[in-house]
């Protein structure tokens, strides 16, 4: 018997003999995989990846959303991944190993799939941790996917067609259109549940219709979209006491993602506040205008801007589509066009700052300010350079822009306590709430009791 094969890499169950340190070779997901294998996806936004989930189902992919969200995904995490890595990495890979483990699934045919960006946030590099985790886990035989448009990674039994992206847009669409009115409802909705109840028929609804291949058409998008819009409107609402406005921005997966920001938008209207949160389709067009901004900043491929200019305007429309129903509605604060965002941003960071969340997260701050959401929380990784540079890094200048702006950056990782991160913003939110008051009382009408009135005397009769 070899050296290597006494010595194979710790936790390998596949015994290939490599030694310890040599990069793990790749296990493609086959044409044969597509029809038998599970494929199971991290989650990050409920309703969102719901919809996208039936639209790769659609397609024949068996897919999977997980849910185990307690702590033991931190432990599995902080197991097979170094703690000083990324906290959304560590979250994403110790969900999904967690899920592996637990028996619920047969792991000679269960595949996994994660998001690969291609850009410089450490981000791109995920997939290679989720590698050497599933190595060290004993379950380097299972196949991951990268879910990319860069070529990055292929594989044979996943392909990418142009009316598969198209769907997968609409159902982005939906899903912020379904997120920004449930937001605005839920906080004044007289009967509690009412507006969750409103997007959970439409997301069963739309199930059964992306199933048959319906709902992506443009005509019959603005059909369901005005029912949606029109279902929210007609939830009961007491709006007699006005709320504290909060939005949250920060790095895409621990804004979103209630794993990762310990149920931010729950304990926020626990609070008794009215939550925005800016939508998924502003960073896709934020990473499809970067591919323009490259050329233009650098140089390189013609072709690929036209393409990624094709891209852009079609997500564009999409998103007025989305603005142009709201609007219509007339009681609900329609999102900011990108178009919008960009010149909010002009004079303060240039577009080549586009690493991470880039140049649109403080834009996103700049929005919800404009749109009275000034209450902000900056939820970031803790080490993530890219959001400490955009996030917490712009907040004095912001402050300055904005003297009303009142921002709160929390740092989220396995070693931050819950406690801690819900007692800074609680500060944030007495202060907000302070401004309420001052704001409630300059409204108060003038009544004047602390002195007589001054009234002329009548004239003596004669």
């Known amino acids: ?218 005509r019959v998008m603005r059909s369901y979209m005005e029912k949606i819009a029109a279902d929210y409107a007609a939830v009961p609402v007491d709006r007699s006491v006005r709320k504290v406005k909060v939005g949250i921005v920060g790095e895409i997966y621990v804004k979103f993602a209630s794993l990762a920001n310990n149920h931010l938008e729950e304990f926020l209207q626990s609070e008794g506040c009215e939550v925005m949160v800016p939508g998924l389709m502003s960073f896709i067009l934020f990473k499809t205008d970067n591919r323009i901004e490259d050329v233009r900043l650098y140089g390189g491929s013609k072709a690929k801007k036209v393409i990624a200019g094709i891209l852009l305007d079609y997500l564009a429309g999409m998103e007025e589509f989305i603005i142009d129903i709201v609007e219509k509605q007339g009681i609900f604060k329609a999102p900011t066009r990108y178009s919008h965002l960009k010149e909010l941003i002009r004079g303060i960071e240039g577009y080549g700052c586009k690493m991470g969340e880039g140049w649109l997260l403080t834009a996103e701050m700049l929005e919800l300010i404009e749109n009275g959401y000034g209450n902000i929380v900056c939820a970031q990784p803790f080490g993530c350079l890219p959001n400490h540079i955009v996030g917490k890094g712009m907040i004095r200048r912001l402050r300055e822009l904005h003297p009303e702006a009142n921002i709160v950056p929390i740092d989220y990782d396995p070693g931050a306590t819950r406690v801690n991160q819900e007692n800074r913003i609680k500060l944030m939110l007495s202060v907000a709430r302070e401004q309420l008051d001052k704001e409630e009382e300059t409204k108060k009408p003038d009544v004047r009791t602390d002195r007589k009135a001054d009234v002329k005397p009548e004239p003596a009769l004669v």
């Open 1 to 218: 018997m070899s050296e290597n094969e006494k010595n194979p890499c710790e936790g390998c169950a596949s015994g290939c003999g490599k030694e310890f340190g040599t990069a793990p070779e790749r296990v493609e997901f086959t044409k044969e995989m597509k029809k038998d294998y599970t494929i199971l996806i991290p989650n990050m936004l409920e309703i969102h990846f719901r919809l996208l989930r039936n639209v790769f189902r659609s397609y024949g992919y068996k897919m999977e959303l997980l849910t185990n969200d307690s702590h033991a995904v931190v432990e599995t995490g902080l197991k097979y991944v170094h703690n000083d890595t990324c906290y959304p990495a560590l979250l994403v890979i110790g969900q999904m190993i967690d899920a592996l483990k637990s028996g619920k699934y047969d792991l000679s045919k269960t595949a996994l799939m994660i998001t690969q960006t291609g850009g410089g946030c450490r981000a791109s590099n995920y997939i290679h941790l989720l590698r050497k985790a599933l190595i060290k886990a004993g379950l380097g035989h299972i196949p991951v996917i990268s879910l990319n448009l860069s070529g990055l990674e292929k594989n044979s039994g996943f392909h990418w067609t142009l009316g598969m992206i198209r769907k997968l847009i609409a159902a982005m669409a939906y899903g912020d259109l379904m997120m920004l009115l449930a937001n605005q409802v839920r906080p004044y909705e007289t009967v509690k549940g009412a507006a969750d109840k409103v997007s959970e028929e439409w997301v069963e609804k739309l199930t059964v219709e992306f199933a048959k291949g319906r709902g992506f058409a443009k």
